[in-house]
């Protein structure tokens, strides 16, 4: 088998093979591969967005916390802008030409990024520049007007936990891949928690464009065409009339406010001041700059963010906990002499009749009677030693939900601190540390931290007698029914039948001989109530209060934590009672409770407060 | 009248008729590319309309050629040409005007020429000129040299230009020399170096040794004319191959095994190679092909490492960038990757017959550059679909193919050489500038012949193929 190629040949067969080569990748990417046609057809039709109208947020009652208005985005596509008048468009819109100018040279810097795209020009121009604008829009070939929606806020409350709406950013971008460039999203509060039903989805009209540019007309006649769905409306479990109470009586003052409806778990209100005004919302970014120059830091949520030491409050925990442990009854009385001596150990107390029992040591909020309980608790013979009673004790802490986040739908909840057993085995060195030297947290100082959130919580579950349903803003419905955290019992560790003697102690904390809640009473509701008052390195001690009503049954339970307010009494107390009775009577009695409603009013306590220099 | 007739009769028209439709379905695609709605194929002052005014020159100047120049002219002047042209591109190194990045235009009042595509014709010219003097040989060193040093003087000037993509069009000059009784053994192992050098570096050293060795194992059983037996080993060998890396990867093997599947394959062809090469010295000293074979083979796995080593331990950064570059490994930062994708979806969205003409929309959005150019080739495959695509490779292969065969069968050596020489500058332009509209080449910026706007190529591949279409017809009436 002998075949003979001349040189000719040979050279023509070389060609021959490479143009055959040629013509088989030719036959691949034209006819076989599909996805270059794909990406033509991306480059030559024309997508236009249409944007949905975002849901309405609606408070309990049905009243609109939030709506929407139209405004208009001026949108310019660099390559089919042709010749225009720039005078012409800064008088329609009010701009500098400078301004102009500053445009379109970052549209040439990223041209090719941007191709046949539209940029924003001008965001939220109002409706009179729109129809000023479209009246001569022939002038200005390239430019665009896309109708947006921008938010309404018809009552001035709750500018936090609404949250607001801005443009996404790349990182924004990055993490939800469903947005592009110039869409808009819920960043904080609800406005960020229930992004997905308020958004609703974009749709968009697709033209063709000719082999200039120019949009020939609707690609297919609109049978691609998607149209937009409108955001669903979300009903919340805020009462706006209350929350624009707890704003106004808040005002010039640092701190939270959290009220719970107990039998629901459902949040009424949430304050945190000072707060964003809902005015500032709608244009977040032109008061960001001032909103985060404010020292008092108003984008902070404190109501779920601030975790402090709760003071006098948290005795109510120890005192439940001493109860199921066994070590402590109704009737176990204990002395104090202006407060609790042992070895170098002193903790101090106010001057009250003693001994005293259970509920008179809630009343009065006896710190000695505390540090024997929290003593009982440690050095239990049950135990084989502190760190096993110790972390028994943990358990029962964050059975209530402290030192954890709670699963509310607050978007930044945070879990707060209760302390470990390594806490201390840090601090003093491993089995160096004794119940003595953990006596702070029999009075609910040292190394804890909880968040309002947390003391309504509690507080709620004491008015429940034994539990609590997770805290939450939002109302389900038959589209949307609750979460199932939010419809779930929980239970502390405590058993049911120990809350009553501790709702006994709070009230008579408000109607009892030498109760430190008495300013707290509101005519008509059986109140219940426990001051605190909770030491901190940083000026004077933070005033807290906690009270549900009514006693039997109870509505509302409510948590005040007044930063540098002082005792229990002077401001939490007042705040959270005006609260309560704002609620259950609707209006305030005369007299003495409008005097101290208009004290509150009054009241301003940001001198006191420290300005801490704030990281960046 | 009757004789003039006659003449034209006996012109080549196969190639004259593919030469004008390539033309014009040129000019027509790069009026598509630029044109309004509403243009004016003839308006002068836009780049179609240019376009026509080249075309008329070149058309003029094609005329002259095959009817009034006498056909001896470019063999007795052919070096007076070649010197002519090389003192332009030293003109053009000091007087010219840069453009994208190279300097190979010089201006003559508001005409702009490139010096570089006439130097093919006169390259050609005088090689064939060297090469067809009576009982030349491409047999000894002197005469080697005396054909390579024109080859080298323009592709050095040519590279002091910038214009890499140009130099590369010489490498088609190989094949002339082949033709003309250089071992095709040269050229096939020049073609395996770029070819293995490119190879380790775009996929692995352990892909190329084994293209390697299936070529070594194809080529030494064909020349042995053993084609069963070189069947039987190769199929196996090359699956073998395939599947050793794999093999390898088995935890139990992997475990005991030390040496990558890179290691293996040169150590033991190697190995095998070495053994072969002392065998053949002893027994077989007349078996000179066969230990030849096993020597390229041998040092065909020493290059790959080579380069292997070379590339990933000696070279600096910025010269690995380079070479990536070239390769089209990484995009420079003109976005070469950017042009090279936006210029196959362009052909890609053509499908099988097209979006018609003027419909294009990638290439005339102005997604694909030098569209008019370099480029040209995306719009007919967009706007012509496969079919046309097929149209014009069919075109240039009667074109090519009908100058190969009447070169071949010339009875004047200069007519041969020089035919030869116009087919491979072809060839080359083609290849080069279709592969890289389609991802087979890297990006390298050189014209589609005939097809391309650009006044300069246009002329000087007219020139060039009138001249040929002239020595043809004159040979007729010898």
């Known amino acids: ?616 | 009248m009757n004789k003039r007739r006659n003449s034209y009769r006996s012109l080549d028209w196969t190639m004259i008729v593919c030469y004008l439709v390539l033309v014009l379905f040129g000019w027509l695609n790069i009026f598509s590319v630029l044109h309004g709605d509403s243009g004016n194929i003839f308006d002068f002052g836009q780049k179609y309309g240019m376009h026509f005014i080249w075309i008329c020159i070149s058309l003029i100047t094609g005329f002259l050629i095959i009817r009034v120049l006498p056909a001896n002219i470019w063999q007795s002047t052919s070096w007076i040409l070649y010197g002519g042209v090389i003192l332009l591109l030293m003109a053009t190194l000091v007087l010219g005007v840069s453009s994208h990045g190279s300097q190979s235009w010089i201006s003559i009042g508001s005409f702009r020429l490139q010096p570089a595509e006439f130097s093919k014709i006169t390259t050609s010219l005088v090689l064939a000129t060297i090469m067809s003097k009576y009982g030349f040989s491409l047999k000894g060193m002197p005469n080697i040299i005396k054909v390579v040093w024109p080859l080298l003087l323009p592709m050095a000037l040519i590279l002091l230009e910038k214009e890499t993509g140009s130099v590369l069009v010489y490498v088609g000059f190989l094949v002339v020399l082949y033709r003309e009784g250089m071992s095709g053994w040269l050229i096939a192992i020049g073609f395996m170096t770029v070819l293995e050098f490119i190879l380790t570096i775009i996929t692995s050293p352990y892909v190329a040794m084994c293209v390697g060795l299936s070529v070594f194992l194809l080529v030494f059983f064909a020349h042995r004319e053993e084609y069963l037996l070189g069947l039987l080993v190769t199929v196996p060998t090359v699956v073998f191959l395939i599947f050793f890396p794999k093999i390898l990867a088995i935890e139990g093997i992997a475990a005991v095994n030390q040496l990558s599947a890179d290691a293996w394959l040169a150590i033991i062809t190697a190995a095998v190679a070495l053994f072969f090469i002392v065998r053949m010295v002893i027994r077989f000293p007349r078996k000179r092909f066969e230990r030849n074979a096993f020597i390229v083979l041998l040092c065909g796995i020493l290059f790959v490492l080579s380069v292997q080593f070379l590339y990933n331990n000696i070279l600096q950064d910025h010269q690995r960038n380079r070479i990536d570059v070239f390769l089209g490994l990484v995009d420079d930062p003109r976005g070469v990757g950017y042009n090279l994708h936006q210029s196959m979806v362009a052909i890609g969205s053509g499908g099988f017959a097209g979006k018609g003409f003027g419909n294009g929309t990638q290439t005339s959005l102005g997604y694909v550059p030098e569209q008019e150019t370099d480029f040209i080739f995306c719009t007919i495959g967009e706007e012509w679909g496969f079919l046309g695509a097929l149209f014009v490779l069919a075109l240039y292969i009667t074109l090519i193919f009908r100058i190969i065969i009447t070169a071949d069968r010339a009875k004047d050596a200069f007519t041969r050489i020089y035919g030869y020489c116009v087919a491979m500058c072809i060839t080359v332009h083609v290849f080069i500038n279709i592969g890289m509209t389609i991802g087979l080449m890297p990006v390298i910026g050189i014209p589609l012949p005939f097809l391309s706007y650009g006044g300069s190529a246009l002329l000087a591949f007219t020139i060039m193929l009138a001249i040929f279409v002239k020595l043809e017809f004159n040979e007729r009436r010898i």
């Not at chain 1, 919580?457 to 007698?465: D, K, L, V």
């Not at chain 1, 005519?523 to 039997?552: L, R």
Request: glycine letters at 10%.
């Open chain 1, 1 to 616: 088998m002998k075949f003979y190629l001349s040189k000719r040949n040979t050279i023509l067969l070389v060609l021959f093979v490479i143009f055959l080569i040629i013509a088989i990748r030719l036959f691949s990417i034209q006819i076989v591969d599909k996805q270059y046609r794909e990406t033509a057809a991306n480059n030559a039709l024309k997508y236009v967005t249409i944007y949905p109208a975002r849901g309405r947020i609606l408070d309990r009652y049905g009243n609109t916390l939030v709506e929407n208005k139209i405004t208009y985005d001026i949108m310019v596509s660099p390559r089919t802008v042709e010749e225009f008048d720039t005078l012409a468009i800064c008088k329609i819109f009010g701009l500098e030409p400078e301004f102009v100018k500053e445009r379109f040279a970052s549209y040439s810097a990223n041209a090719r990024k941007i191709g046949y795209g539209a940029m924003p020009f001008l965001k939220q121009v109002s409706s009179e520049q729109y129809n000023a604008f479209a009246e001569r829009a022939y002038l200005f070939p390239g430019f665009d007007a896309v109708a947006r929606t921008a938010r309404v806020y018809p009552i001035n409350a709750g500018g936090n936990l609404i949250g607001y709406v801005s443009e996404v950013d790349r990182d924004y971008i990055e993490a939800h891949p469903d947005y592009k460039s110039g869409d808009y999203a819920g960043k904080t509060g609800l406005e960020r928690a229930y992004e997905s039903r308020l958004s609703g989805e974009k749709g968009y009209t697709v033209y063709y464009r000719d082999s200039r540019g120019r949009i020939k007309g609707h690609y297919e006649d609109g049978a691609a065409d998607k149209e937009a769905v409108a955001g669903g409306d979300i009903t919340t479990t805020i009462d706006a009339e209350l929350q624009a109470y707890g704003e106004q009586l808040m005002k010039n003052k640092v701190g939270s406010v959290v009220a719970i409806e107990p039998s629901t778990g459902e949040i009424l209100t949430l304050i945190s001041s000072p707060g964003i005004d809902v005015n500032q919302l709608a244009e977040i970014n032109k008061y960001y700059k001032e909103i985060s120059d404010n020292p008092y830091n108003p984008m902070f949520n404190r109501t779920v963010q601030s975790a402090q030491p709760p003071g006098s409050v948290f005795k109510l925990v120890n005192g439940l906990i001493g109860l199921q442990e066994g070590v402590l009854s109704r009737e176990t009385r204990y002395p104090c002499s202006r407060g609790y001596t042992s070895g170098s150990v002193h903790v101090g107390c106010h001057g009250h009749p003693s001994p005293i029992n259970l509920p008179q040591s809630i009343a009065m909020s006896c710190n000695a009677y505390y540090c024997y309980v929290l003593r009982n608790i440690m050095d239990n013979r049950k135990y084989a030693n502190i760190e096993e009673s110790f972390n028994k004790w943990r358990e029962y802490v964050t059975s209530f939900g402290f030192g954890h986040k709670l699963g509310s739908d607050v978007p930044y909840e945070l879990g707060g601190n209760v302390p470990t057993v390594n806490t201390y085995n840090k601090l003093h060195g491993k089995g160096r540390w004794k119940s003595l030297s953990i006596i702070s947290l029999s009075i609910g100082q040292g190394e804890l931290g909880c968040t309002p959130l947390h003391l309504a919580n509690f507080c709620a579950t004491i008015a429940n007698r034994g539990w609590f349903y997770t805290p939450h803003m939002i109302k389900g419905d038959d589209k949307y029914p609750l979460d199932s955290a939010y419809t779930v019992k929980n239970y502390p560790m405590v058993d049911a039948k120990y809350f009553p003697l501790i709702v006994e102690g709070m009230n008579m904390s408000v109607y009892g001989d030498g109760g430190t809640s008495h300013v707290a009473q509101v005519p008509g509701v059986n109140m219940c109530g426990k001051t605190g008052t909770a030491q901190n390195p940083h000026g004077d001690d933070h005033s807290v209060f906690i009270c549900f009503a009514p006693k039997d049954n109870p509505k509302i339970a409510v948590a005040a934590y007044i930063e540098n307010g002082g005792f229990g009494a002077t401001w939490a107390a007042p705040i959270a009672s005006l609260i309560v009775e704002k609620y259950l009577n609707g209006e305030i009695a005369e007299g003495t409770r409008t005097e101290l409603e208009k004290r509150v009013k009054n009241g301003y306590l940001l001198n006191k407060v420290p300005v801490r220099k704030r990281k960046r």
